[in-house]
């Protein structure tokens, strides 16, 4: 089934910054969108979530779930319904510092129980009960009551993954979610992603700027390059050669090998190229 469908997107700010983006995502799909700095990564994922609307006027499209996101520049009447089961994890975490882990967590609900009741932050006990699991599934159970903002980087993301959990998202939505991780937290949260995408079949598109992590862990690569995808298909297919053909300077900080034995053949390649 198709989990996200992107049709003909296109969005000028003061200049084009997606143009013409069509590709789909299967259900269950783990997808890495790549591309350098202010190629259109995160404007693409504000796109799908509805953030922000594409040109008006143009033939741009897209669906989510099978229900429409946005056409032609205007955003789906529904489209709250369908926002609650995309769920969104940013680099900087975005979660509410002076509030506990917990109530971070069960926040995730918000979009699903009726307004009074998130305003007076009134949260029943199978809710919260649900909250502990999500936390116990990210390792953070007895962190559960600290305040957010004493936690470590890699566990805060941690922690917005458990947010997504509680929000029972169909489709997970990830926008570097590791750029400022240590190397070690980068690689608990690639797994812990991973894992939910395996293990409860969720859609995942996680935008990354080490193609390694990329190749590693989502066997299909959508690769962006000046708003345009270049690439989409089997990581197998995204070798360095492809790498440096399309992106040329930029690939050289993209390929941020983590095995020192590979960094000659890079610059070998950025001689070459
Ligand atoms: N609201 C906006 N108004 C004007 N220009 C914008 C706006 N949002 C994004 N842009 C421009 O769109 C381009 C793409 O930005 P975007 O943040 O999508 O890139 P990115 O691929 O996510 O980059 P990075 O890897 O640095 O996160 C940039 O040139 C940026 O300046
Ligand atoms: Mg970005």
Redesign the pocket.
């Known amino acids: 089934m198709n989990a996200i469908h992107v049709d003909k997107l296109t969005k000028h700010?003061?200049?084009k910054?997606l143009d013409d983006v069509s590709f789909d995502v299967q259900s269950g799909e783990l997808l890495a969108l790549i591309?350098?700095?202010?190629?259109?990564?995160?404007?693409?994922m504000r796109h799908l979530s509805g953030l922000v609307t594409a040109n008006k006027g143009s033939d741009s499209n897209i669906s989510i779930l099978g229900n429409s996101i946005q056409s032609s520049g205007k955003l789906a009447k529904d489209v709250r319904a369908t926002r609650v089961k995309v769920g969104c994890v940013f680099q900087q975490f975005n979660l509410v510092n002076r509030l506990t882990v917990l109530t971070n967590v069960l926040i995730g609900a918000l979009g699903t129980i009726p307004a009074w009741r998130g305003y007076l932050g009134f949260f029943t006990q199978e809710e919260k009960v649900r909250a502990l699991d999500a936390l116990d599934r990210v390792g953070l159970r007895e962190h559960a009551h600290k305040k957010a903002a004493h936690l470590s980087g890699g566990q805060q993301q941690r922690v917005a993954i458990a947010r997504v959990l509680m929000q029972e998202a169909d489709v997970i939505l990830a926008d570097?979610p590791i750029a400022s991780l240590d190397p070690r937290s980068a690689r608990v949260v690639m797994d812990m992603l991973e894992k939910i995408n395996k293990a409860d079949g969720k859609t995942v598109i996680v935008?990354l700027?080490q193609v390694d992590v990329a190749r590693k862990y989502c066997p299909r690569i959508v690769a962006?390059r000046e708003g345009k995808v270049f690439f989409n298909g089997a990581r197998e297919q995204l070798t360095d050669e492809v790498m440096f053909s399309l992106y040329e300077e930029d690939a050289k900080e993209m390929l941020n090998h983590e095995s020192p034995e590979l960094s000659p053949m890079v610059e070998t390649l950025a001689a070459a190229g």
């Not at 591309?35 to 693409?44: F, H």
């Open positions: 700010f003061n200049t910054v591309g350098p700095s202010g190629s259109g990564k995160s404007t693409l570097e935008t700027h962006l």
